[in-house]
DNA sequence: ATGGTCGTCTCACGA
């Protein structure tokens, strides 16, 4: 099965891309982040057209994630429980199959702004409670897979200049912890423990031609549970999208289990 | 040179 992530930054703007995409691709579960809109306003039945499904949670203007997958997922989660939040970040849900349940969480992390900012404390506060809920579902559901914008750049490889980013949000050493200790749980970055030479950019600023010269950052992962990874055949960035007439700034990350 | 470009109930703010 296939299972990937894509931050598409307004579900509305990108809905025509996701349906060609999704249509292109025998994508099983594909976790969205960004939506930018209400929940009233999300497309479920331009999905169900294409034989999909969905979860989500919305909320106008900014953030939201949804979960659009083949077949219904169960024991739907929004949000991190105890963590008060109003922005919409984070959705996870249950999948039968033939080996068993699968717990898929789509998450948007918080960007950070700035090092010195207060987005960036809340940053490192979301962070603490996101770990915390991971160590606890991990426990419940040893086959897990947490895909999303991460908005971290774990090493240098994954920067296209890491001196020019020196002392920016993405790739600091507090936001590069924060991405270890869920290493260090058991979690498997996929596409890196597959490509460990690949830069594998997952998103390039809309500003200064940034795609076109490749300037790209790779903060869209797909982390995978331990008793899963033995599973984890193959991961890979779609870059095709970012071509697109209207692109999303972020591209398609996906993993493939042999399950 | 700290610029630029998107998206949003837009003329400000978040990314």
């Not at 423990?193 to 390039?204: I, K, L, M, T």
Request: charged share 25%; net charge negative.
């Amino acid at each position: 099965m296939k299972i990937a992530t894509w931050n598409v930054n307004s579900l509305r703007v990108r809905l025509p891309q996701v349906i060609d995409w999704l249509q292109q691709h025998d994508v099983d579960i594909l976790c969205l982040q960004e939506l930018k809109l209400p929940d009233d306003k999300f497309p479920l039945e331009a999905l169900q057209e294409i034989g999909y499904q969905a979860a989500w949670a919305g909320q106008p203007t900014y953030n939201g994630v949804a979960l659009v997958s083949k077949l219904p997922g169960t024991e739907v989660q929004r949000n991190l429980p105890d963590f008060e939040d109003p922005q919409q970040r984070l959705i996870a849900a249950t999948y039968e199959t033939e080996a068993g349940p699968l717990r898929v969480a789509s998450a948007y992390c918080p960007n950070g702004e700035a090092l010195d900012s207060d987005k960036f404390i809340y940053k490192m506060a979301w962070f603490e409670a996101f770990h915390s809920w991971l160590a606890k579902e991990q426990k419940k559901y040893p086959q897990l897979v947490v895909l999303g914008d991460y908005n971290i750049a774990p090493a240098d490889i994954d920067v296209h200049d890491p001196k020019r980013w020196e002392g920016k949000v993405h790739t600091s050493p507090e936001e590069r912890e924060h991405f270890q200790a869920l290493l260090q749980m058991g979690f498997v970055d996929a596409f890196r423990a597959h490509h460990p030479d690949d830069p594998g950019f997952s998103w390039w600023d809309y500003r200064r031609r940034a795609f076109a010269r490749d300037a790209g950052l790779r903060i869209d992962h797909a982390l995978v549970s331990q008793a899963l990874w033995p599973h984890c055949v193959d991961a890979w960035v779609d870059k095709d999208p970012r071509s697109n007439t209207q692109p999303s700034d972020h591209t398609p990350v996906v993993i493939q289990l042999s399950i």
